[in-house]
Nanobody
Framework: QVQLVESGGGLVQPGGSLRLSCAASGSIFSINTMGWYRQAPGEQRELVAAITSGGTTKYADSVKGRFTISRDNAKNAVYLQMDSMKPEDTAVYYC???????????????WGRGTAVTVSS
């Protein structure tokens, strides 16, 4: 069993910043890629940023240069620093992790419940 818990969402003005955190817990041997997705009202869920266990990152074009993803492997945590935020960043942000189980020879994707981010003046 693996659980992901996000935090850090809230209301911010355009141009402002937020930092999202996600901590994984449970039957974890190791975590492969971790990432952040978001889903705006009426839209499909989209990848925002992802980071491998080795630190390789990728970003959606819409956030490149504004958002930074990082992770702490010792804490099984991933972070998303969001700067220069725009109204179009408004969405529910979800943490994702591909986890290698500590009890079975199994790897699978897990999702957090999401944290709401609103960018508005």
């Amino acid at each position: 069993q693996v659980q992901l818990v996000e935090s850090g969402g809230g209301l911010v003005q355009p141009g402002g910043s937020l930092r999202l955190s996600c901590a994984a817990s449970g039957s974890i041997f190791s975590i492969n890629t971790m990432g952040w997705y978001r889903q705006a009202p009426g839209e499909q869920r989209e990848l925002v940023a992802a980071i491998t266990s080795g630190g390789t990152t990728k970003y959606a074009d819409s956030v490149k240069g504004r958002f930074t993803i990082s992770r702490d492997n010792a804490k099984n945590a991933v972070y998303l620093q969001m700067d220069s935020m725009k109204p179009e960043d408004t969405a529910v942000y979800y943490c994702n992790a591909n986890v290698n189980s500590s009890h079975y020879y199994y790897s699978g994707d897990y999702w957090g419940r999401g944290t709401a981010v609103t960018v508005s003046s």
